[in-house]
């Protein structure tokens, strides 16, 4: 029964990720399950650019394969800066430069649901609030004030670009703008091939969270829900790549993520079992 499940589930899976598993029916139980489970992990390992693992699972009913497709995301923060996108706005030389720049922002803010460090619900603002609280009690010396303007800047500019960032119209006039911009430099070039990648992904998925299929890396009980480290502490928006505010953020999230002992990254777990598989995948993320 066990060999019966095995290859029916194996045929199921093959053609579900279209590779050709090797014939081992001849080898004889349990060799050519074995053998046919190392070729088929080395086939899926080279075919399907996210896999991950599959498993062999065997319940009260049948035996049957499971596969887990995993983005991995190699301990990046993903973090978006708004402050200089207020600067290019400042200076009037780049406006529909700042305008593709915009859609892009608002496409990633109100359809993929990339959080706003300025939301007091977002894992940043919880960051930017402790470090300002230190910096207030800590002893007060030349550079605090110096310190402070930063955090003030980040707040002000940030509260502004949310403002212009929640502006729907930068989404209605999104391919207005993309189809009407004329490249005569360097930067535009690059604002321009960024804006016409975002909106192929808003065509393509026009209300898909980067969070739709967050998983932990490993299967955890309710008690242990605490210790996982979500998406959302490290895809955001937040204010700026540059200076001492970044440094000591960037420092105080790495101390405060090092603490977690599972990571939640986009996953996808298909069932082999006999019945319909799903045709989601990691492409959008």
């Not at 050709?20 to 349990?30: A, R």
């Not at 608002?106 to 470090?131: A, C």
């Not at 960024?194 to 998925?205: D, H, M, P, V």
């Amino acid at each position: 029964n066990t060999e019966k499940d095995f290859y029916q589930s194996l045929s199921q899976l093959a053609t579900h990720y279209n590779i050709n598993p090797i014939h081992t029916q001849p080898f004889g139980y349990p060799y050519n399950i074995t053998l046919a489970l190392w070729d088929t992990k080395e086939k899926l390992k080279n075919k399907v650019m996210d896999w991950e693992e599959i498993k062999l699972v065997q319940d009260s009913k049948k035996t049957f394969f499971t596969s887990e497709e995993r983005h991995n995301t190699n301990s990046t923060l993903f973090y978006i800066p708004v402050v200089p996108l207020y600067r290019l706005l400042k200076n009037g030389k780049q406006k529909h430069s700042v305008q593709l720049l915009l859609s892009v922002c608002s496409y990633l803010y109100h359809s993929v649901n990339i959080p706003y460090y300025r939301q007091e619900n977002s894992f940043l603002y919880y960051q930017y609030e402790m470090l300002k609280e230190w910096l207030l009690t800590d002893d007060s010396n030349e550079e605090t004030s110096i310190y402070l303007s930063e955090f003030e800047q980040a707040e002000w500019i940030g509260d502004k670009m949310e403002q212009k960032i929640f502006n729907t119209a930068n989404l209605t006039f999104f391919k207005k703008r993309l189809n009407s911009f004329k490249c005569t430099d360097v930067f535009e070039r690059d604002c321009l091939k960024l804006a016409q990648e975002a909106y192929a992904l808003l065509e393509q998925y026009p209300n898909e969270s980067v969070f739709r299929n967050a998983r932990p890396n490993e299967e955890k009980d309710e008690d242990e829900i605490e210790n996982i480290l979500t998406m959302d502490y490290y895809v955001s928006f937040y204010a700026d790549g540059k200076g001492w505010l970044n440094e000591n953020i960037i420092q105080c999230v790495n101390s405060e993520l090092q603490e977690y002992g599972q990571i939640e990254e986009p996953s996808i777990i298909k069932h082999f079992d006999g019945s319909d598989i799903t045709a989601n995948n990691l492409d959008f993320e």
